[in-house]
């Protein structure tokens, strides 16, 4: 309809018009008139296009060959530029999306790679737009999507992992005998400081055994003794002679 004098402009695009070759301007959404035979319009889509880049083999810092694929999303902001500067702006912005992301990731480790993709999506982002900036395009955002390992680096890393695991649960473990050891020599101080400390844990000892009362307990006969010198020392103190239960014994032959 644009060589009858008549075209429609949708509200996501803009109207490039050319009048005999030479630009004219730009139409808003909406009924436009144009002179018939002498103007042409390009309609240019403002909404934002995603487009995918497609795996490339790329060989890291630490000369590892890996896959990596990404994701960019741009859109136009200048009508004209993007059909004046240029001939066919995806294209363009496709081939230098995989040979920005081809050339950011060769200049990085392996595992900063790895650790620091958002580092590299906005290193890749800046550089685009850079470049196509004077095509009247905005880059939003790049992201690399898949990143894939050769089979023998991804063995490697998994031993590696359980390496890392397998240290941290030693250094657990070594940890707790340590701090067991501390409470056990500090406990080991105050009965050496009191010995009646020793027998009366003998004896809580025997109380919580003693809750199940289907069970026969037997202790040497030194263990008497024990409780003979608790009851004596308690008795000393002045417990009126009130002696704390202790469950019934049987002295071995």
């Given at each position: 309809?644009?060589?009858?004098?008549?075209?429609?402009?949708?509200?996501?695009?803009?109207?490039?018009?050319?009048?005999?070759?030479?630009?004219?301007g730009v139409r808003?959404?909406?009924?436009?008139?144009?002179?018939?035979?002498?103007?042409?319009?390009?309609?240019?889509?403002?909404?934002?296009?995603?487009?995918?880049?497609?795996?490339?083999?790329?060989?890291?810092?630490?000369?590892?060959?890996?896959?990596?694929?990404?994701?960019?999303?741009?859109?136009?902001?200048?009508?004209?530029?993007?059909?004046?500067?240029?001939?066919?702006?995806?294209?363009?912005?496709?081939?230098?999306?995989?040979?920005?992301?081809?050339?950011?990731?060769?200049?990085?480790?392996?595992?900063?790679?790895?650790?620091?993709?958002?580092?590299?999506?906005?290193?890749?982002?800046?550089?685009?737009?850079?470049?196509?900036?004077?095509?009247?395009?905005?880059?939003?955002?790049?992201?690399?999507?898949?990143?894939?390992?050769?089979?023998?680096?991804?063995?490697?890393?998994?031993?590696?992992?359980?390496?890392?695991?397998?240290?941290?649960?030693?250094?657990?473990?070594?940890?707790?005998?340590?701090?067991?050891?501390?409470?056990?020599?500090?406990?080991?101080?105050?009965?050496?400081?009191?010995?009646?400390?020793?027998?009366?844990?003998?004896?809580q000892v025997l109380?919580?055994?003693?809750?199940?009362?289907?069970?026969?307990?037997?202790?040497?006969?030194?263990?008497?003794?024990?409780?003979?010198?608790?009851?004596?020392?308690?008795?000393?103190?002045?417990?009126?002679?009130?002696?704390?239960?202790?469950?019934?014994?049987?002295?071995?032959?």
């Amino acid at each position: 309809m644009s060589n009858l004098g008549m075209a429609i402009v949708r509200q996501y695009e803009r109207g490039v018009v050319f009048r005999l070759g030479r630009l004219r301007g730009v139409r808003e959404p909406g009924w436009r008139f144009m002179i018939p035979l002498a103007d042409r319009m390009r309609k240019v889509s403002l909404r934002t296009v995603t487009m995918p880049i497609q795996s490339q083999q790329v060989i890291t810092k630490d000369n590892v060959s890996i896959g990596v694929a990404a994701v960019a999303y741009f859109r136009r902001v200048d009508p004209v530029r993007s059909i004046v500067e240029i001939e066919n702006v995806e294209a363009a912005i496709s081939q230098i999306a995989q040979t920005t992301v081809r050339n950011v990731v060769g200049r990085s480790p392996l595992d900063h790679v790895l650790a620091e993709t958002e580092t590299l999506n906005e290193t890749i982002k800046k550089i685009l737009d850079v470049t196509t900036e004077r095509w009247g395009v905005l880059v939003e955002l790049v992201e690399l999507k898949d990143i894939e390992l050769p089979q023998s680096m991804q063995r490697a890393m998994a031993r590696e992992a359980e390496a890392e695991r397998e240290k941290r649960g030693k250094i657990i473990a070594a940890e707790g005998e340590a701090l067991s050891a501390g409470k056990l020599a500090e406990a080991a101080d105050v009965i050496a400081r009191h010995p009646i400390a020793l027998q009366l844990r003998n004896l809580q000892v025997l109380g919580e055994i003693a809750i199940e009362r289907n069970s026969t307990i037997v202790f040497p006969a030194q263990f008497l003794d024990s409780v003979r010198a608790v009851s004596g020392f308690l008795e000393r103190e002045g417990v009126n002679g009130h002696v704390a239960e202790v469950p019934s014994v049987r002295v071995a032959p």
